[in-house]
């Protein structure tokens, strides 16, 4: 895994942001088109903003969500709402190339409806995973990532693609991909940031491997690039 370090957290987005662009450039340069997921949190603002001043074609990039939370796209936790705003309207980014999770439904059928989603967009036979171009995560300061969360049995499913867990701590539904899709992506770039994340990110790079506890664990060292500032590189 390579680490990177910035003075703070605006830095450490736009150098993310700009990893991501420069690898989606290759994607389109090698098949003319690329594909694209994304986390949520107030940390990526900045990378929204650094995505929304870029030239690259959009039209050329399938947008997904990593995870959603099981609000409406209207409502200020929406993760789309929040990257609508902050860089898909700017963009004015074609309609059609965004996969946004339908959470205003029933969990379960969201994540059913992401999961055909996927499958349709990538031409995924039974047992195949989407192999998307750059995978953008974050790590909340309990470890979680994606809206796996400690404790949480999808931790271990291997076989699915996403599914739809209660988050007791926020009394929330989230959908979200599972670590057999994060695992696939041929590029992950994490963004983490603060000093609230140093116990977190010491315990899953340097700790004994326990994903239930740290699932941040299940995000493979190989293909994974963190950008870190400099609160949470001390856990370095």
């Known amino acids: 895994m390579t680490t990177h370090t910035y003075p703070d957290v605006v830095s450490a987005a736009e150098a993310c942001g700009a990893r991501a662009v420069q690898i989606l450039e290759d994607a389109i340069r090698e098949r003319g088109q690329a ?3 994304i986390s949520g949190g ?5 990378m929204y903003a650094y995505f929304a001043r870029s030239p690259l074609d959009w039209s050329k990039v399938q947008l997904f969500w990593v995870d959603e939370r099981g609000v409406p796209p209207t409502d200020s936790q929406s993760n789309f709402k929040f990257a609508n705003e902050n860089w898909l309207a700017a963009a004015k980014y074609p309609t059609a190339n965004i996969h946004r999770v339908q959470a205003e439904l029933d969990a379960k059928e969201a ?5 055909d989603d996927l499958i349709a967009t990538f031409g995924l036979k ?3 995973f989407p192999k998307f171009d750059v995978m953008h995560l974050g790590m909340g300061p309990d470890a979680h990532t994606a809206s796996l969360f400690p404790g949480e049995p999808m931790i271990l499913d291997t076989t699915r693609l996403a599914a739809a867990v209660w988050v007791e701590k926020f009394h929330q539904f989230r959908i979200t991909s599972l670590p057999g899709v994060i695992s696939a992506a ?4 994490m963004l983490i940031a603060g000093e609230d994340k140093v116990p977190a990110l010491t315990a899953v790079l340097k700790g004994p491997r326990d994903p239930i506890h740290f699932p941040t664990q299940i995000v493979p060292h190989e293909g994974t690039e963190m950008f870190l500032d400099q609160g949470a590189a001390r856990a370095l």
């Open 111 to 115: 994540a059913n409806l992401f999961a």
């Open 42 to 46: 107030s940390s990526p603002k900045p």
């Open 186 to 189: 041929k590029h992950r770039v």
């Open 126 to 128: 039974p047992g195949e």
């Open 35 to 37: 594909t694209l997921a």
